[in-house]
T-cell receptor
Framework: GDSVTQMEGPVTLSEEAFLTINCTYT??????LFWYVQYPGEGLQLLLK?????DKGSNKGFEATYRKETTSFHLEKGSVQVSDSAVYFC????????????FGSGTRLLVRP | DSGVTQTPKHLITATGQRVTLRCSPR?????VYWYQQSLDQGLQFLIQ???????AKGNILERFSAQQFPDLHSELNLSSLELGDSALYFC??????????????FGPGTRLTVL
């Protein structure tokens, strides 16, 4: 079945460092891909999305490109801030008619001043 | 604020009890999804309703059930609760249009603690 694999955390960085969180997927058909962020004590917020191969999603300095050839959707940011500390989830829409989301296990990011 | 509301925010109960979690979707969204977030299972899809009808089922236990009412709000009923049911339960909604992205907007969640 469809699945998402994310790099294990936590990822600890200093402020202004470059961030990459790896995400690969297995899916039938052509899923849409998402990154969601969960700040401490809060719900999930959509960070960015991409619907087809080579699409680049971007928001708040974060970017991810839908790579069909490598089945990947890695999250990147050029310069992280302390306020980016959160858990990041990669997800895809299932290949059936439900559009349910299948999530990766999440990657905790800690940014130190 | 996503526009999706969930009540209650926190729920503490005992094993064997039954609880009801409530979700109000964004205005105009016909589709409601329920997800469970636990430490050992991560974020898992439970069930989806679309305009009052069950659309898809995921890893939902038989002790759990849900429904969507004519005003489109949804309730998730959890019965014969066990310690392992302690988790954060999220509701999400989407407008779901043919060929569209069907972006899901998440509520703040209900944290259930079973003692």
């Amino acid at each position: 079945g469809d699945s998402v694999t994310q790099m294990e955390g936590p990822v600890t960085l200093s402020e202004e460092a470059f961030l990459t969180i790896n995400c690969t997927y297995t899916a039938t058909g052509y899923p849409s891909l998402f990154w969601y962020v969960q700040y401490p004590g809060e719900g999930l917020q959509l960070l960015l999305k991409a619907t087809k191969a080579d699409d680049k999603g971007s928001n708040k300095g974060f970017e991810a490109t839908y790579r069909k050839e490598t089945t990947s959707f890695h999250l990147e940011k050029g310069s992280v801030q302390v306020s980016d500390s959160a858990v990041y989830f990669c997800a895809l829409t299932a290949g059936d008619s439900s559009y349910k989301l299948i999530f990766g296990s999440g990657t905790r990011l800690l940014v130190r001043p | 604020d996503s526009g999706v509301t969930q009540t209650p925010k926190h729920l503490i109960t005992a094993t064997g009890q039954r609880v009801t979690l409530r979700c109000s979707p964004r205005s105009g969204d016909l589709s409601v999804y329920w997800y469970q977030q636990s430490l050992d299972q991560g974020l898992q899809f439970l069930i989806q309703y679309y305009n009052g009808e069950e659309r898809a089922k995921g890893n939902i236990l038989e002790r759990f059930s849900a429904q969507q009412f004519p005003d489109l709000h949804s309730e998730l009923n959890l019965s014969s609760l066990e310690l392992g049911d302690s988790a954060l339960y999220f509701c999400a909604s989407s407008v779901e249009s043919a060929g569209g992205l069907n972006e899901q907007f998440f509520g703040p969640g209900t944290r259930l603690t079973v003692l």
